[in-house]
């Protein structure tokens, strides 16, 4: 028995090394253009040429910064003007944007600003096709184990009784790992929708480009090609994202507490209460540091360079988001605590020693 233990624990580590390295070793990838710059501390603007030969069907911008100071932005502009992406650095940093949208061959402006004293290096490059993302290796990896997970449930359930600990572990392990899995992707799937939405509402959605999940890089969503959008309507489609999986989680609250009195599973209350606290935590972590300006995103700033009417108004509307956020997210980690403590010894339970033979 030990033996086989022995195996087990090296099959565990093996496993995890494989894991570590599909998702930290970096894949080389195509380049249509490089740009290294040094920052001095002083502002100012450089508008970089791009020239494309051919067609890309899914251009991607890249930004990696080395700052001890100040911040860098680079904007990549399409050629129309709501197409526009624009990324930040700060620090020691690395973001990437796809745009979801062809380009044709011809001439691009990639915009690079300095702001606030920058100082260090930056590298920006422009890339044919979206590169093998950190996001798609670990929706691999996650993959891959709830695949195995499921097999050894089945396998568990068909070999050992129904009280057995070592089926009741093999359970619990595939419902941990089919939830992070499902966590991983329901806000993703949930802020994709709401740009989609805010872009079929002005006839801009390609919903074929768009990428939910991120199996071709980075989430996304999908820009109709050759369709215009008035500066109001960039501001509702920016922050359609941040904003929508907010609305779904207060929808989520308003029928779990309208429903309270018939619930019977208290997986199922866990699972449906981790759900609203996901969509709602983003909101209440992010939403008000991006508002006082300690942070911004692409989105925040699509917002908010866009809003119709004063800065600080934009600003209040977030903040006023956020804070009625607070109250159904603690409410719902409140009651996840108590379902803990009662799922807490059938947990125990499942993972004692298992029994030989």
Known sequence: MAKRGGKIRWYGLLAVAGGAALVLVPIPTKKVFTHQGA??????????????????????????????AGEVRAKLISGESWASFSLQGRGSHIESFSFGKPFQPGVYDLEVKELKGAQGSYVLEVLPEVPVTTWQRLLAVLTVVVAASAVWAWMAARRYALGDARRRTATWQLRLFGFALFAMLLYPIVHETGHNLGLAAFGACDIWRTDFIGLHGTPHSGYRAGAELAPWQRSIVSVGGPVFPTLVGFALFAAWRLCGRTRRSLLFESVWLWSTCLLLFAQVLVGIPQALGFMHDGDYRGYIENFPGPEWVGNGLMVALSLLAVVPLVLAIRRLVAIGRELLPRIREAGDAVPAG
């Open 39 to 68: 920052c001095t501390g002083t502002p100012s603007v450089e508008v970089l040429k791009i020239r494309l030969d051919r067609p890309i069907e899914n251009i991607n911008l890249r930004l990696a910064s080395r700052l001890s």
